[in-house]
């Protein structure tokens, strides 16, 4: 067992480098190009990029190598990198050199707040913030043992896995729904189904403007102008299922869809008369995209407006349609939101353990070749208390995350916390 008491403190730059090594363009896809824009915000990992340099040289990144984007640190953005490929200019990509020292358990001091929060005050620029390279490198990264940093990036490791199966299984899903949407809703369209503008059968409203300054501490999601949500309120005034349409900005009229309550801002937002109806107007308005963006007026500042959406043709379907196929499209639509609200569990869990684990409040050991954690204030073995936590938490013992680490981390969670 080994007993954290004092925290050693390393600079990331006496580790680590920037990655100084150039790979041609002409051998990099949409899935091996990274961004600032594919890289996702608040620590979510990267998709695909909708673009890839084909000529010419970019950074080269390699696997196990840390991207962070560098353009507004607030929006939190960062990936392990899994593959081989190559980085835009606005992409730290950080690569470890002393061998004393695990790249994922460097990843794992990066990834906490207080990493953006330093990266923020170096930063130059008030309306596109750019962080300092060189006060980056400063930041301290701490100075545990080899077998310390493998146990902690193990338990950290283990609950991002599972994220990442449950975001996995979600785009099976959602690809399985667009399917089935495709077949019987648009390929199969008859010529006497009615049309009508998707503001005659939808709510179709303007949300209701917050800044962050405005926002009370929370957990609601304010969604704003960007593909994702923009920071957290204490007050929601949408309800679950809901369409959102990013208001103004370079991502105007982006097409997204809740399955928690949010509170709406710079965006549109769209309801049908049941959570069926929004499930089909999503696919409809997702399956227009390109249209929706092209519809956004004003060059400096481009916006989408509630009626543009308003005007937008849709089918009203027929009865016997939607009587067969509305379970099938609520029940993917519930796994997927009980797969987020899994999600939101096990990011919280980690993110209450990291700096936990970092700051030595919490001791890493090793049993049987597996991680254990506990904290210094011993916390009573009561199973039925452990049983309750997992089921109100929506937790269960799957995939990477086995029942030995889930109550590993119940034990490490202070008893008035759980």
């Not at 099938?328 to 639509?333: D, G, Q």
Request: aromatic share 10%; glycine share 6%.
């Amino acid at each position: 067992m080994i007993i954290i008491t004092m925290m050693n403190k390393v600079k990331l730059g006496d580790i680590a480098d920037y990655s100084d090594s150039r790979i041609d363009c002409s051998s990099l896809s949409i899935e091996n190009y990274v961004g600032t824009d594919n890289i996702k915000q608040n620590k979510q990992g990267k998709e695909n990029s909708q673009y890839a340099p084909n000529s010419g040289f970019t950074t080269e990144y390699r696997k196990n190598d840390i991207l962070v984007a560098n353009i507004r640190p607030y929006l939190k953005k960062i990936w392990f990198a899994t593959n081989d490929g190559g980085s835009s200019a606005d992409v730290l990509t950080i690569r470890i050199k002393d061998k004393k020292y695990l790249p994922r358990f460097v990843y794992y001091n990066l990834f906490q707040d207080v990493f953006f929060d330093y990266a923020m005050k170096g930063s130059k620029g008030s309306k596109m913030p750019r962080g300092d390279k060189k006060q980056i490198l400063d930041f301290p990264i701490c100075d545990f043992e080899l077998s310390s940093q493998s146990s902690i990036a193990h338990v950290l490791s283990s609950l991002d896995d599972k994220i990442e199966l449950n975001n996995k299984i979600n785009k099976e899903l959602e690809n399985l729904a667009r399917t089935i949407y495709e077949y019987w809703f648009v390929q199969n369209a008859e010529e006497n189904w009615e049309r009508k503008k998707i503001g005659e059968i939808a709510e179709v409203i303007r949300g209701s403007m917050i800044t962050e300054k405005q926002t009370k501490n929370g957990i609601i999601k304010v969604v704003a102008g960007g593909v994702d949500y923009s920071y957290c309120h204490s007050e929601y005034n949408r309800e679950r299922n809901t369409i959102t349409v990013s208001g103004s900005g370079a991502n105007a009229g982006y097409v997204n869809f809740w399955r928690e309550r949010i509170f709406a801002s710079d965006c549109t937002t769209v309801r049908g008369k049941t959570d069926f109806d929004t499930i089909l107007i999503h696919q409809h308005l997702k399956r227009n995209q390109e249209n929706i963006f092209r519809s956004a007026k004003g060059s400096a500042q481009p916006h989408v407006y509630p009626s543009d959406i308003k005007d937008i043709w849709f089918y009203e379907f027929p009865h016997n349609l939607k009587k067969k196929f509305t379970p099938i499209f609520v029940a993917i639509n519930e796994q997927i939101a009980k797969q987020l609200f899994q999600n939101n569990n096990l990011a919280q869990l980690r993110d209450f353990l990291l700096p936990l684990l970092m700051n030595g409040q919490i001791i890493v050991g090793e049993a049987q070749d597996e991680p254990i954690i506990k904290p210094f204030k011993k916390v009573a073995d009561d199973d039925m208390k452990y049983q309750i936590w997992k089921t109100q938490n929506g937790l269960a013992a799957r995939g990477d995350i086995d029942e030995h680490t889930l109550r590993n981390i119940y034990e490490a969670i202070d008893e008035n916390d759980r």
